[in-house]
C-alpha cells in the first residue's frame, strides 16, 4: 500500500485532492440521549457516551453535498493541513439560572479515513481567526492547547470509499480556567497513517445536533502552507469548490458552570 501511495504521479494528484469533492457551485438539547435501536456499544454517537457541551452532528453521505476536507499529519506523505472550526459558548441557555462559562474536558471529530489510526493529535482553542490572517499573527490568540492520544472509534458510517471514524481525545484543559461567552475556534488535528478528512455537515438541521454550544455555518478557514494555503482561507465556498464544508462534523466535552 505505501509503495503504491509513494509513486510520484499520485503524489501529484495528491496535491490538488486536499478535499474529497471539488468544483464551482432544532432545538438543541444539552446532552445526548441514547435512542431505541442504538448500535451496539463503540458505534454510539459520542454525545451518548460524553456530556457534550457542543456537537455539530452527523455526517451525512447521501446530502445534499457530501464532502470531507484534509485535516491531519500525515506520516507518509508529509504533509500537515488545518481546519479550523469555529464555536460559540452562550451567554446562558434553557434552564440555567444566569451566566454560564465552560469547563473544557474534550475534544473530538469524525474523519473520514484510509487506515483507522490516529498516532496522536494537536489541538488548540483560538481567537481572532479572520480570512487572510495566519497562526502567528498577532490577531490570533490562543486560549489553551495541548496534544495527547486519541481513541478511534468506527461510525458505521462510509463515504467515497472511507469508514468514519470519531477521534476522541479527553483530558484536554484549558489551564487558564473556563471559556467565557464567546466565539471561539478549535483545531483538532490527529496524525495518521497516510490519510483523513475531517467530514462537513449539512447547514440545515444535522442530525444528532447538540448544545448549548452552536457551530456558526460558513466561518470555518483551511490554513496548510503545504498546499500553498499561508493564510486563512474560508473552507466554503473558497477551499470546497461550493460543494459542502459550510461546517464540520465536531464536537466539544466538558460541563457548563455558573
Known amino acids: 500500500m505505501k509503495r503504491v501511495f509513494a509513486c510520484t504521479p499520485l503524489l501529484v494528484v495528491l ?27 463503540g458505534t454510539e454517537e459520542p454525545c451518548i457516551l460524553n ?7 452527523d455526517f451525512d453521505a447521501n446530502g445534499q453535498n ?16 488545518t481546519v479550523y472550526v469555529p464555536f460559540i459558548v452562550p451567554k446562558k441557555f434553557k434552564g440555567a439560572k444566569g451566566k454560564t ?6 475534544l473530538f471529530a469524525n474523519e473520514q479515513m484510509f487506515t483507522p489510526t490516529a498516532v496522536s493529535v494537536s489541538w488548540s482553542i483560538v481567537t481572532g481567526v479572520a480570512s487572510g490572517g495566519n497562526p502567528s499573527g498577532g490577531q490570533v490568540k490562543t486560549v489553551c492547547s495541548g496534544t495527547g492520544t486519541p481513541t478511534v472509534t468506527p461510525t458505521g458510517r462510509v463515504a467515497f470509499g472511507l469508514a468514519e471514524q470519531t477521534i476522541l481525545l479527553t483530558g484536554a484543559a484549558c489551564p487558564a480556567g473556563p471559556l ?8 483538532f488535528v490527529p496524525t495518521v497513517v497516510d490519510l483523513a478528512y475531517l467530514s ?5 438541521s444535522p442530525a444528532n445536533v447538540q448544545g448549548p454550544g452552536s457551530e456558526p ?11 500553498g494555503f499561508n493564510s486563512f482561507t474560508a473552507t466554503a465556498p473558497t477551499v470546497c469548490g461550493g460543494i459542502g464544508c ?10 457548563a458552570v455558573h
Open 66 to 81: 457530501p464532502n470531507g476536507l484534509w485535516n491531519n499529519s500525515s506520516e507518509l506523505f508529509g504533509i500537515t493541513a
Open 51 to 57: 456530556n457534550c457541551l457542543m456537537y455539530a452532528g
Open 200 to 204: 462537513d455537515v449539512e447547514d440545515n
Open 15 to 41: 496535491a490538488v485532492m486536499f478535499c474529497l469533492q471539488t468544483g464551482v457551485q432544532g432545538q438543541q438539547v444539552f446532552q445526548g440521549i441514547a435512542q431505541a435501536g442504538a448500535p451496539s456499544v
Open 101 to 106: 462559562d465552560w469547563n473544557i474536558q474534550g
Open 246 to 255: 459550510d461546517a464540520f462534523s465536531v464536537g466539544v466535552i466538558g460541563t
Open 180 to 187: 467565557e461567552a464567546g466565539q471561539y475556534w478549535m483545531t
Open 217 to 227: 455555518v460558513d466561518q470555518s478557514f483551511f490554513y496548510s502552507p503545504d498546499f
